[in-house]
Nanobody, 124 residues
Framework: QVQLVESGGGLVQAGGSLRLSCAASGRTFSNYAMGWFRQAPGKGQEFGAGISASGSIETYGDSVKGRFTISRDNAKSTVYLQMNSLKPEDTAVYYC?????????????????WGQGTQVTVSS
């Protein structure tokens, strides 16, 4: 079992930045690929970014590519999402997820554990 706790969400103006953190506990963090997903009100879940278990491979959704950066610190069992140039359409609940695979996936079904989510609101 892996427990995931997100933090760092909040209210920010358009053009601003936020850094989300997701702290993991329970199993060997470096064995898990990690992903960030988001869900806006009235919309389906959207893949944001993923990172391989080793941290060597990053993958991004088209809507965040070039603005968001995913990283991980296996010594601290934490994955981060640096979000720059935020837009109102980035407003959503952001979830981190862990998958028992070497490489991350855009498919939420490939992930085994999920955090409770953190709200990000971008004002125009």
């Amino acid at each position: 079992q892996v427990q995931l706790v997100e933090s760092g969400g909040g209210l920010v103006q358009a053009g601003g930045s936020l850094r989300l953190s997701c702290a993991a506990s329970g199993r060997t963090f470096s064995n898990y690929a990690m992903g960030w997903f988001r869900q806006a009100p009235g919309k389906g879940q959207e893949f944001g970014a993923g990172i391989s278990a080793s941290g060597s491979i990053e993958t991004y959704g088209d809507s965040v590519k070039g603005r968001f950066t995913i990283s991980r610190d296996n010594a601290k069992s934490t994955v981060y999402l640096q979000m720059n140039s935020l837009k109102p359409e980035d407003t959503a609940v952001y979830y981190c997820a862990a998958g028992r695979t070497r490489y991350s996936s855009r498919d939420s079904g490939e992930y085994d554990y999920w955090g409770q989510g953190t709200q990000v609101t971008v004002s125009s």
